[in-house]
């Protein structure tokens, strides 16, 4: 599969306006390591995007698990220790994968989780 970009689409939209903000900047931050992935610009370099998209996404899921929690959703904990398993998966990613061997794990753990995960959650917010 070659992916040189990932398009953010309203379908990605979970219906929360700050979520939907987080999951477009998490797609600029995977775009940015495609990028330097298929630039040939070195490890260096697709370290420090990965870094970045490392460093929003733990961000992203602290906000994200902080509204869910205010909503005392009883699935808070299985939501938590996905999003354990993906930090653990991306770090993992970091050491074994090279070049653009990465970017399809990363569309897949981005896209599926914003799009089957996170849209499972909208429906605790249509009355925020």
């Not at 998490?26 to 260096?44: E, H, Q, S, T």
């Not at 460093?55 to 602290?62: D, L, P």
Request: net charge negative.
């Amino acid at each position: 599969m070659v992916i040189h970009a990932i398009k953010w689409t309203d379908e990605m939209a979970v219906g929360v306006p700050a979520l939907d903000e987080d999951h477009r900047k998490l797609v600029a931050l995977m775009n940015k390591v495609i990028a330097a992935c298929y630039a040939g610009v070195g490890k260096a370099m697709v370290n420090k995007a990965m870094d970045e998209l490392d460093a929003y996404t733990k961000e992203h899921f602290s906000r994200e698990e902080a509204l869910i929690e205010a909503k005392n959703d009883p699935n808070l904990g299985a939501h938590k220790r996905q999003h354990q398993e993906l930090i653990a998966e991306l770090e993992s990613l970091r050491a074994n994968l090279h070049g653009t061997e990465i970017i399809p794990v990363l569309y897949r753990w981005l896209i599926v989780h914003i799009m089957e995960t996170d849209k499972g959650y909208s429906h605790l917010f249509k009355d925020a």
